[in-house]
């Protein structure tokens, strides 16, 4: 089972919006909008920076580069865990299903999140990003965690943005909706979410469905 990082098993808001609004200052870009803000909360940085504020070419690699050196000063630890996480990734453990992370973010710093939240020891692996962008979308950090598990059999991907399903959906993998995330109201059925769970108590239930339906 593979889970997101942002929006699905921490809040990581404050601190994103904090680099975001850094970044934006350095370019000499107005105020973010809390629309632009949002928006921003899961996709990839390069992505988000050209859809979100028009950006191109060498501008986009200014902003993440601006973004990701306020980030690691600090704000990357400005995350919590939502509610009803910890019991969640308990539960499917105590199930025997193998739990995996694929997260757009860099892999580095989704491993000093994990670790200062104390999730890390919850997953058999963390497939995130490059800094160089090369690895940044989420079928590709779905592909690094399916092949880290060859022997993993009906792999669910649970995410709280569009891109989240269509990222599983290009695996052929089902993907359960964070309903608790920043996504906003139909954004993930409309993607086309197998399911949305409301909170991560609903994610078994869930489950459960999928496994009937296959």
Do not use: N
Request: glycine share 12%; aromatic share 6%; proline share 8%.
């Amino acid at each position: 089972m593979l889970f997101d990082l942002d929006g699905t098993l921490v809040d990581s808001t404050p601190g994103i919006w904090t680099s975001i609004r850094a970044a934006a200052a350095e370019l000499g870009l107005p105020e973010p909008s809390e629309a632009q803000l949002r928006s921003m909360v899961g996709p990839p940085l390069q992505d988000g920076f050209a859809g979100a504020f028009g950006l191109t070419g060498d501008d986009v690699d200014r902003a993440v580069l601006a973004y990701r050196a306020h980030y690691a000063q600090g704000p990357l630890l400005d995350a919590h865990v939502y509610p009803g996480i910890p019991e969640l990734l308990a539960g499917l453990r105590g199930d025997g299903v193998t739990l995996a992370v694929a997260t757009s973010k860099p892999e580095e710093f989704a491993l000093r999140v994990l670790d200062h939240v104390g999730l890390l020891a919850e997953f058999a692996s963390v497939h995130g990003a490059t800094f160089d962008g090369t690895v940044r979308h989420k079928d590709q950090v779905v592909a690094a965690a399916l092949a880290a598990h060859p022997d993993g059999e009906r792999p669910v991907l649970v995410g709280d943005r569009a891109h989240d399903v269509l990222g599983a959906r290009a695996h052929g993998l089902p993907c359960i909706g964070a309903g608790w995330g920043p996504a906003p109201p139909g954004e993930l059925a409309a993607a086309g979410a197998t399911v949305v769970a409301a909170t991560p108590a609903d994610v078994p239930a869930a489950l459960a469905g999928l496994e009937v339906v296959r």
